[in-house]
């Protein structure tokens, strides 16, 4: 891990977390005394009223020019679409880098390079950040400013060393090797939170030498780690990894969105279901409120879950829907 020759030389640590499906920002002020909790606030690029994360997407014009990221770019896209015009957007790319493609792929199938597609994601979260930090505090110093970007504990050194690059071309840092930007392993991240937040009872056992295991469930993938703590409590975090990383490069949630598009596009039929995917406004409605529904999911709650299908309008009425759900029931008994 790449670390600051002097500790004292920066202010501000500014995180971004870069998901396959969500992305966000954190920003701490350098902590002063070692004994200090530190003070994160986190941040959604695209909308401040939202404490969630936006959704990972990105929209480039034919041409390859950057128009918007998050949220908005979906809501932008669509708009394009239903006014007849094109353009490039990128979900999901996150999982290109895994393969190492060398390109990313479009929703309508044209392609990118996947650093372009990359950098101006970082670029686009980066400025928010110091826009942000601009705004709490006035006139910022880039070069006091400590970088950190989260990085799944599945990836080799080509990867990490892809992500170095991807934030020199966003003007993040001026040298590939800067010891200004540290690249966090997620699931070392999350053993650090888990820690802090935990209550004091359970905090007292998460000391020297427990095992404990780390899941980080994410968009695209999950890490599995196991990790030996090296601290007391009031100590700073420190703990070695007992196994290898493992898990699965195409276990994490984006892969449930697939298969409950394939469970719509049994139970639409060919019609319906050809109209709810050339429907842009439609679809990605569908899958927002799918989405709160996997947040709100709990399996020990025997509860209804209703899934919201008007946006589809005319095209599926009451009745439409009724004669559809008895279909699928029988083929499904």
Not at 13 to 36: H, R
Not at 37 to 59: G, M, R
Not at 69 to 98: C, N, P, R, V, W
Not at 121 to 137: G, H, N
Request: proline residues 4%; contains cysteine.
């Amino acid at each position: 891990m790449a670390l600051l020759k002097d500790e004292s030389s920066y202010t501000h640590v500014i995180a971004i977390d870069f998901g396959t499906g969500a992305s966000g920002y954190g920003i701490a002020p350098k902590i002063l005394d070692p004994s200090q909790k530190p003070k994160i606030e986190v941040f959604n690029p695209c909308d401040e009223t939202d404490d969630q994360k936006t959704p990972t997407a990105i929209l480039f014009d034919n041409d390859g020019n950057f128009i918007a990221f998050g949220s908005i770019a979906l809501a932008k896209y669509a708009e394009m679409l239903d006014d007849a015009e094109t353009g490039l957007l990128f979900q999901s790319y996150k999982m290109h880098l895994l393969r190492m493609d060398k390109n990313a792929i479009a929703a309508d199938g044209r392609e990118l390079s996947l650093m372009t597609v990359i950098s101006q994601t970082l670029k686009y979260i980066a400025d928010k950040a110091l826009a942000k930090l601009t705004e709490q505090i006035g006139k910022v110093v880039p070069t006091k400013i400590r970088w950190l970007l989260t990085v799944p504990a599945l990836w080799n050194e080509e990867h990490k060393q892809f992500m170095r690059k991807a934030a020199l071309e966003a003007g993040i840092i001026d040298d590939v090797n800067s010891p200004q930007l540290i690249l966090c392993l997620e699931p070392e991240g999350a053993s650090i939170q888990c820690r802090e937040d935990s209550e004091e009872s359970l905090k007292k056992e998460l000391v020297r030498p427990k095992v404990v295991m780390v899941l980080d469930c994410g968009g695209g993938t999950v890490d599995i780690t196991v990790h030996r703590l090296l601290c007391q409590e009031g100590e700073r975090f420190l703990c070695e990894e007992l196994l290898p990383s493992s898990g699965g490069c195409e276990w994490g949630a984006k892969f449930v969105d697939q298969y409950f598009e394939k469970f719509l596009e049994e139970f639409f039929g060919p019609e319906l279901y050809g109209i709810y995917t050339s429907e842009a406004s439609v679809r990605l409605e569908i899958l927002k409120h799918f989405e709160m529904m996997k947040r709100k999911f709990c399996p020990t709650v025997e509860e209804r879950t209703r899934l919201q299908l008007s946006y589809l309008g005319e095209e599926l009425t009451l009745q439409k829907l009724s004669s559809l759900i008895a279909a699928f029931n029988e083929k499904h008994p």
